[in-house]
């Protein structure tokens, strides 16, 4: 996934001003406690990112 379509994403399921504020703010256990900006810039991949934020916050598999 690149970073593009993963922001696309986080921006079509939580609105611009929320994905950023979560992607800055939220601690992911699934991400070793960081945030998601923390976990890009740490080197996970956006993929594995995604699938975090899709499991914590249990988004439906058709957007998985």
């Known amino acids: 996934m690149r970073l593009s379509q993963f922001w696309a994403r986080m921006h079509d399921q939580f609105g611009e001003a929320y994905a950023e504020s979560l992607a800055r703010d939220y601690v992911f256990d699934a991400l070793g406690s960081r945030t998601v900006h923390q976990a890009l810039a740490d080197g996970i991949s956006a993929k594995e990112v995604w699938r ?3 499991d914590t916050f249990d988004l439906p ?4």
Not at 61 to 64: E, I, N
């Open 52 to 54: 975090a934020v899709c």
């Open 61 to 64: 598999a058709t957007v998985r």
